[in-house]
């Protein structure tokens, strides 16, 4: 029903700053909360930021507060996670995804998001 494509993954050297973007079809991409998620092989997948569908409201991983911006454009269908400063600890699989159903709040917990994209990987150079 809902397909998420990220993209703009790359590599980086630390310091250095990186967007990437999630595309949305299907759906009403307005009315959907979106987060962003990273994972590293054989880590647990950890929450980065989220937006309510208004934008009005957002949340951060405490790590990534003052470096990392989660912004969307309901016209465009599209979710952004601006990174800057950027650190090796950053290297990750970031995934998009989307809470359909409204709710209270900004979700922060990967059961709270009913679709996922595949992934864009971020690498960071030390």
């Known amino acids: 029903q809902v397909q998420l494509v990220e993209s703009g993954g790359g590599l980086v050297q630390a310091g250095g700053s990186l967007r990437v973007s999630c595309a949305a079809s299907g759906g009403t991409f307005s009315t959907y909360a979106m987060g962003w998620f990273r994972q590293r092989p054989g880590l647990e997948r950890e929450f980065v930021a989220a937006?309510?569908?208004?934008?009005?409201?957002?949340a951060y991983r405490e790590s990534v507060k003052g470096r990392f911006t989660i912004s969307r454009d309901n016209a465009k269908n599209t979710v952004y996670l601006q990174m800057n400063s950027l650190r090796p600890e950053d290297t990750a699989v970031y995934y998009c995804?989307?809470?359909?159903?409204?709710?209270?709040?900004?979700?922060?917990?990967?059961?709270?998001?009913?679709?996922w994209g595949r992934g864009t990987e971020v690498t960071v150079s030390s």
């Open positions: 937006s309510s569908a208004s934008a009005v409201s957002t």
């Open positions: 995804a989307a809470r359909t159903t409204p709710r209270l709040g900004v979700p922060s917990f990967p059961y709270e998001f009913d679709y």
